[in-house]
């Protein structure tokens, strides 16, 4: 993600630009952290393939002495998934700018970037919502069942973890813990009080990498906390708590189009500007999320402590 703007602006400020914009923007986005990361080449369509491989029946049969395996079929199967263009854009007048206290309209910089991040992160966690297995609050056979009081534990996270451990969901290869969860304020407060929870702050990962909103772990899952959780409202609010495995699901930008800021400062005149009267702050780029296996994300829904 980067800056695009007119030679109106100076490197150094379209340099501040950038920092304010993608400090905002990185900081929303959580719900795609943990994916197959991709690029879709230009100019090669807008429809992107997954390709998932089935593994190989176990070879439980000895071989003859000397001769070699027999050949077995690998098998797979496509997902594919539509790139889609999202973008937004704000006019800032040149007397506000001018005027106002938010010196070089840094603040409206932050702003633009956090709708950015927002929107990205919704379309992976509405993504996560639709295309993961469900696994109710223990105890409740529907959805409607469900009420403020079952809230998430340690028990539903074991569980989720057994499920994909039963699914040969892939684990992350990481020191840290082999799964990875996306929960919410409400969610984490409930689980955040089990005397198992290990706070993030305290790992002892030397040199891996904290992910953005990394809360801690419990039951091998690293929790990442959002202020974006998905929540439906029946019973009681619902809320839905992502629990999944490496190469789960998988996040596409297009190679030339990948979601970036773009700049038109009001010193830029031309026949759509003609006074100079306003600046333009916009964000735009091609962008897709993509369930790759139901079985190794599970959501665990549930409700949470008032």
């Not at 800032?92 to 910089?109: A, P």
């Not at 993030?200 to 202020?227: F, H, Q």
């Not at 800021?261 to 091609?286: C, E, L, Q, V």
Request: proline share 3%.
């Amino acid at each position: 993600m980067t800056v695009i703007a007119t030679g109106d602006l100076t490197a150094e400020m379209s340099t501040l630009y950038e920092k304010k914009f993608l400090k905002r923007a990185e900081y929303e986005y959580v719900h795609a952290q943990g994916a197959q990361l991709r690029d879709q080449p230009a100019n090669e369509g807008k429809s992107v393939n997954f390709t998932r491989h089935t593994p190989l029946a176990v070879a439980t049969t000895a071989l003859t002495e000397g001769v070699n395996p027999s050949e077995v079929a690998l098998t797979a199967s496509t997902v594919t998934a539509t790139l889609g263009e999202y973008g937004n854009t704000v006019r800032i007048s040149r007397f506000l700018s001018l005027t106002s206290i938010d010196r070089n309209n840094l603040e409206k910089i932050e702003v633009v970037g956090q709708n950015m991040g927002e929107t990205l992160d919704t379309l992976a966690r509405n993504e996560l919502f639709t295309g993961a297995t469900v696994q109710l609050a223990v105890g409740n056979a529907t959805l409607t069942d469900i009420g403020a009081s079952d809230v998430l534990t340690v028990y539903e996270l074991q569980l989720a973890v057994r499920n994909l451990k039963k699914a040969k969901a892939m684990r992350y290869q990481s020191k840290i813990a082999p799964w990875m969860g996306k929960v919410g304020p409400d969610t984490s407060f409930d689980l955040q009080r089990d005397s198992t929870f290990v706070n993030a702050d305290v790992y002892d990962n030397g040199a891996e990498k904290i992910y953005t909103g990394e809360l801690g772990k419990i039951s091998g899952a690293r929790l990442l906390e959002t202020a974006n959780q998905k929540s439906e409202s029946s019973t009681a609010t619902v809320f839905s708590n992502f629990i999944h495995g490496d190469q789960a699901f998988g996040s596409m930008n297009l190679e030339g189009d990948k979601p970036q800021m773009y700049i038109i400062p009001h010193t830029k005149i031309d026949s759509g500007n003609p006074a100079g009267r306003f600046s333009m702050i916009s964000w735009a780029g091609s962008y897709v999320c993509k369930t790759l296996n139901a079985l190794w994300i599970r959501n665990i829904k549930t409700g949470a402590s008032a």
